[in-house]
């Protein structure tokens, strides 16, 4: 089926930018976001507010890796994947707060727990780094596939900001990969920690493909997860197989994120993320 193409937004900002850069050119900026009248559906905003969610969690993990990575250049590499995570959570936020009638700080920092819509593997613990490599394997797979099917979304808007964001996962899904391959292929330690890796996150793979009801709603503004299910198997099993490793039988978790019910570990993540916006209402600078 073909989809109208709308190119009302491909005068804004830089396609070859980072997600948190403001720049001239053509692709869209969270600014630009913020400026347009564009104001999506309930259901497109409630789409959108997921897709936000599970980049600002992310984003949010992978920072504290900075000044903790295992070498220096991976602690620029976590970082600069984290900031281009805050910037797609801006953007989809921003337009959901459009509908929603809250800016992306009151979205960030002025929310319950029960009011994200993450799924449950953004906000697992760090771990070693092996744990972070597999939660950034499993995750960059899976928004790279998204991604790559938004941007024919009949939302305009999701369409680029899902363009932009492909562009910056690209690298995310690749930095991911060879760090999977050096440890899964590396010392007796490195494979052992990397394979128990991949055992600990396996469980919350599945609610990544879970369809439902609003993915039903918004038609051809979204995508429905259980479409990717199989390209996803495909291309992680073969990025495990050649990291000598083995693709994990685990019994699923049992989710529950886009529903606003999570696990332990997002109070804590949302404790220190918001504490300095909540300690000081209203303050810029």
């Excluded at 879970?210 to 979204?222: H, K, P, T």
């Excluded at 570990?265 to 918001?274: F, K, N, P, W």
Aim: glycine fraction near 8%; aromatic fraction near 8%; charged fraction near 25%.
């Amino acid at each position: 089926m073909s989809i109208h193409q709308d190119h009302s937004l491909d005068s804004f900002g830089d396609a070859a930018a980072s997600a948190t850069r403001v720049t001239p050119g053509n692709a869209l900026r969270p600014e630009d976001i913020a400026l347009r009248p564009d104001k999506p559906n309930d259901d497109v905003a409630e789409y959108a507010l997921r897709l936000g969610d599970d980049s600002l969690i992310l984003a949010q993990r992978l920072s504290r890796w900075i000044s903790r990575g295992p070498e220096l250049e991976e602690d620029i590499a976590l970082g600069n994947i984290a900031l281009d995570l805050l910037g797609h959570a801006r953007s989809f936020l921003i337009y959901a707060g459009h509908a929603l009638g809250r800016s992306e700080d009151e979205l960030a920092y002025w929310r319950e727990e029960d009011e994200f819509r993450s799924a449950w593997i953004f906000e697992q613990p760090n771990g070693d780094f092996g744990v972070t490599i597999a939660r950034q394997l499993v995750v960059s797979i899976y928004q790279h596939l998204l991604y790559s099917r938004l941007v024919n979304s009949s939302d305009a808007t999701i369409a680029a900001i899902s363009a932009k964001a492909l562009k910056e996962v690209d690298y995310h899904r690749d930095h991911a990969t060879q760090w999977t391959l050096r440890l899964g292929d590396g010392t007796d330690e490195s494979h052992a920690r990397m394979q128990a890796a991949l055992e600990l996150l396996w469980p919350y793979v599945d609610e990544l493909f879970d369809d439902d009801e609003l993915v039903e709603r918004i038609g051809e503004a979204g995508v429905r997860p259980a479409s990717l299910r199989e390209q996803f198997d495909a291309e992680i099993a073969a990025v495990i197989d050649e990291a000598t490793l083995t693709v994990p039988q685990v019994p699923r978790a049992r989710g529950g994120g886009r529903g606003g019910e999570h696990s332990e570990h997002l109070g804590y993540v949302l404790a220190e993320m918001q504490v300095l916006a909540r300690k000081h209402p209203g303050a810029t600078w």
